[in-house]
């Protein structure tokens, strides 16, 4: 990707974007978006090219007005609808919510962390405004009674809901595809799925549209969009951030919110208004830092995803860390067999309840009926009988599933490893119309669904901290990213060394569409 724009660069061409925008409002470039960005500076610069941290600091500074910030945010979202990732956004509750936060800076108000940032929202997280479907026409007019718990603190610290993100139907896959609103699609080749079930919020940043999204990750739905989108994304430590007014598919396990950014400061800017921690965060250096580079996830991978990653780890090695191979423990290589049984157990009951809790006046069995028939497929093939896992082979997986935590944690001590690097996904964004049962490897047909699930699920089932880099471009010019696991309850240190990590690599080009 683009690094992000110095904001005293930008500035200092803002005088002359008004023109350069109009003069060429009328061209069209070849992936159907404008050729200027509405926001087009002379020298390449542009309001949507900016980090959510340089963003914020310009508008409180007063250097640039949240009014024209959130237009320019607006603009690009709407020239590039054809991505569909949004469900749904009012411009006119933007504005206005802007031109109150620059009121706000006029009168010597306190500022927020988050002044003035639009933020898009997955459509799977309660929002008052506009509802939460989770991708089912059934939930198109539900309203909660009040906003998720993760997006309070970010409300307080001045953040403008942007509006709401598509996502793939039920959050039940990786393509981002809902009956009701349609495929996503990946801004770095419009044929190709961007990832999910966050593709939106992942799309959004991507195509700068906005810097920084919230999503949710379940069995991989932060980390895959983040991967095939070419940004990073964060799953944190389970438990660290509010759970509540996010529809789970899972009964307190799995599910939580989490950031999808253009660069890891800005992750690290979102962490510290959920969490209240204002602690500075220095970077942790890559050199002397022992990465662990596991065998089972590093095997049988598309011949571009383990070009493009073994050159990354080159890269930190290069830089001084210590590359580490680890031997994963049997249970550890189980991991996606535990998750698939736990969500085919609960995934029912924890959606019945939802819906129920919420007042939603919808039952299941509605919503399911009418959905698309891969998440009729999941839920026929893991959800009920005769595919549901019994209660017992349930209680075995939750004990496997505390020994997967236990052999896990011995790893790391045993390696003395601060992570652990690798794929999300053993492929790179697959075609829209090539979406199937089974994928092509080295010869081998692949089930599709361990090609996205088999890497990311330890990071569920153990709770870890995850953080997702972009790593580079396949020949095809699609992204690649890569994901590194610490602890439970490292997150700091994990984007402490992400920081350095992110600086080592460098930037990975954007796409097109977003730098047009």
Known sequence: MTPDLDRRTFLAQVSAASAAAAAAAAGLGALGCRNDAGTSMSGGGSLDG???????????????????????????????ERLNAFRAFDREKVLIAA????????????????HGLPIPVKDSINTTMYGATNGTKWLTAFRPSEDAGVLKPLFAAGAILMGKTNLHELSMGFTSFSATFGQVHNPYDTTAVPGGSSGGSAVAVAAHMAPLAVAEDTLGSIRIPATMCGIAGLRPSFGRYPRDGIMPLTDDKFDTPGPLARSVDDLVLFDSVITGDDSPLAEIPIAGARIGVPDF?????????????????AKLGAAGATL????????????????????????????????????????FDQMIDQAALDVQGVIKAFGRAPGRPSKTVYDAMLTQRQKIRDDIKATFAKENIAALAFPPAMIPPPKIADVGQMVRILNHDVPRVDTMARNISLGSVASLAS??????????????????????????????????IEKALGPVAAPRIAVM
Do not use: C
Not at 99 to 114: I, W
Not at 324 to 342: Q, W, Y
Not at 473 to 481: A, H, I, N, Y
């Open 99 to 114: 031109r109150e936060a620059d009121k706000a800076r006029s009168s010597g108000t306190k500022l927020g962390k988050l």
């Open 50 to 80: 900016l980090s959510a941290t340089a963003a914020i600091a310009a508008m409180k500074s007063g250097e640039i007005k949240a009014e024209a910030y959130a237009t320019a945010l607006l603009d690009r979202a709407q020239r590039l």
């Open 467 to 500: 953080l997702v880099l972009p790593a580079g471009l396949t020949k095809d010019g699609l992204p690649v990213g890569i994901e590194f696991d610490a602890l439970n309850g490292d997150d700091r240190k994990l984007l402490a060394l992400g920081k350095s």
């Open 297 to 313: 996830f590093m095997s049988g991978l598309d011949p571009e995803v383990e070009r493009i990653v073994r050159d990354v780890l």
């Open 324 to 363: 580490v191979p680890v031997k994963l423990p049997e249970s550890v290589r189980g991991a996606e067999s535990v998750a698939v049984a736990i969500f085919g157990y609960e995934v029912v009951a924890s959606l019945t309840n939802y819906l129920n809790a919420q007042k939603t006046g919808i039952t």
